[in-house]
């Protein structure tokens, strides 16, 4: 007995999806098969327009489908503010805050020479002649407080204050409703550290 | 700021596969659209293209490109035989154990009135007019053997006894390799009820 080809074929692909295995991919073939035709046409469509549409944007390398995307086309912002963020997830976060009104550069990335990503292929060079266009005052690193993360911060920060431009990076301390007794150790240590006079 | 608007869609109709909520599907389109655009064309044409081909079997109601499954034109199978299953993948799975030789009919489900699943969706009346063709002599139940299964099994055999077919059902008891003191009590019942001289 084989299977259909179509359906060996989708249930191959689903596997392309992080965290689905052989048998996972099998059972969705069936569900969508059996009881969701609808969202599978759809899924189809989504992934073939998403996959032709969507690519970097020249200034800031976060998702679009223009050759520029809305938030560096748009006037109202701060253009002596850059923000250095990981992904376009990190970017969204902060935009939700309504705290920054500055312009991002997202690296798709974090440097991890241990998984063979280098400088290269988080566009440190593009950051660099972005961040040096004369107009850019301030760098805000808010890359993220991982071992990774703050490894790429502290090399895209030596890069940039080389080149007398302004580097900062987001406060570090106790989180906002935080208790001092289920917070780790390690984040007080930083708060008493960075401790601010009030 | 507003994320490209073929890049939300594509995140919405993740969502529709299961066990997928919003979180995981931005990360899985964005995951797909800076890592493996590859992997996410492949999907595309993988789907719209399982949407178009796969129906089911005209005699035996399995996932097939054609109007009869190759099982069912198989002229080597025993067609006095007839084996219900739930599934195409507990069909796999008997298929597997190369005991069976004869022929198949998929429910594509299970009756279960908490679910509104009646005999209509698991396509009973066609089970019906399969297994009185003349040809099949004995039916061999293998749905499975949880609370619903055993319920459509049951329907299913009432039915068919009413009208003088032989019926009948996997057997229960100890599973191979099973240790008796790590087996449920409930299936050592049975399988001391089931047993067998030797």
Redesign the interface.
């Known amino acids: 007995?084989?299977?259909?080809?179509?359906?060996d074929?989708?249930a191959?692909?689903?596997r392309?999806?992080?965290g689905i295995g052989p048998k996972s991919a099998?059972?969705?073939?069936?569900?969508?098969?059996?009881h969701?035709?609808d969202?599978?046409?759809?899924?189809?469509?989504?992934?073939?327009?998403?996959?032709?549409?969507?690519h970097h944007c020249a200034s800031c390398n976060t998702?679009?489908?223009n050759e520029i995307?809305?938030?560096c086309l748009d006037p109202e912002r701060d253009a002596a503010l850059l923000c250095v963020v990981e992904?376009?997830?990190d970017?969204?976060m902060i935009?939700q805050t309504l705290t920054y009104k500055g312009m991002y550069f997202v690296l798709?990335?974090r440097l991890s020479p241990l998984d063979g990503i280098g400088p290269r292929d988080i566009h440190l060079e593009r950051l660099m002649r972005r961040a040096t266009d004369g107009v850019v005052q301030e760098v805000v690193l808010a890359t993220n407080f991982t071992n990774e993360g703050e490894a790429t911060a502290h090399y895209i920060s030596e890069t940039l204050k080389a080149r007398g431009l302004k580097v900062s990076r987001l406060a570090r301390g106790v989180p906002v409703g935080g208790e001092l007794e289920y917070v780790d150790a390690g984040t007080i240590a930083r708060a008493m550290l960075d401790r601010r006079s009030t």
Chains 1, 2 share one sequence.
């Open positions: 007995m084989k299977t259909p080809s179509s359906l074929f989708l191959e692909a689903l392309r999806l992080p099998q059972r969705i073939a069936y569900h969508l098969m059996q969701d035709r969202g599978a046409a759809m899924l189809g469509r989504a992934l073939t327009e998403a996959v032709e549409r969507i998702f679009t489908e995307c809305e938030t992904t376009p997830a970017q969204l935009e798709m990335g």
